[in-house]
């Protein structure tokens, strides 16, 4: 097994849905375990929840308001699987690594996202159509 020395593991997968009641019921009964936490991230005008399954997570998304990138995801897509989340040390350095190599990222800085994470996002048409999260996680307050 080799180690990458910028992306430590996939953090979590996000799926994209609409009734997130509906959702969290279906994910509860498939995966065998509730949720580990809700949260909503206004910046972003999404709902999540999240599962833990041994090393890795769940994100369900549901849209709070129109605008919200996930209500455009859906619009255009459906629901479903939306982003795939890599774990990195050190978020600022990988920005510009992945700059460098010609990624195009959706920020300039990283963001407060949900579960105590700093994230940036690398857009769809420079990974194959697969939107990337990279997250870091936040010293404790
Ligand atoms: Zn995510």
């Known amino acids: 097994m080799s180690q990458s020395p910028h992306?430590?593991?996939i953090e979590h997968l996000g799926i994209a849905v609409k009734d997130v009641s509906a959702a969290e019921a279906r994910y509860t009964a498939m995966l065998g375990v509730a949720p580990y936490k809700r949260e909503e991230v206004i910046s972003e005008g999404v709902t999540t929840v999240f599962f833990q399954i041994g090393p890795?997570?769940?994100e369900l998304l549901k849209a709070?308001?129109?605008d919200s990138p996930i209500a455009t995801f859906i619009e255009r897509r459906g629901e479903g699987l939306h982003h795939v989340a890599y774990k990195v040390a050190d978020i600022r350095a990988e920005m510009a690594r992945l700059k460098q190599e010609g990624f195009l990222l959706l920020s300039e800085e990283p963001k407060q996202g949900a579960d105590n994470m700093l994230v940036a996002f690398v857009h769809p048409r420079t990974a194959g159509g697969v939107l990337i999260e990279l997250c870091q996680t936040q010293e404790a307050k």
Request: hydrophobic share 20%; charged share 35%.
């Open 56 to 58: 890795n997570k769940i």
């Open 64 to 66: 709070t308001r129109p």
């Open 7 to 9: 992306f430590e593991h």
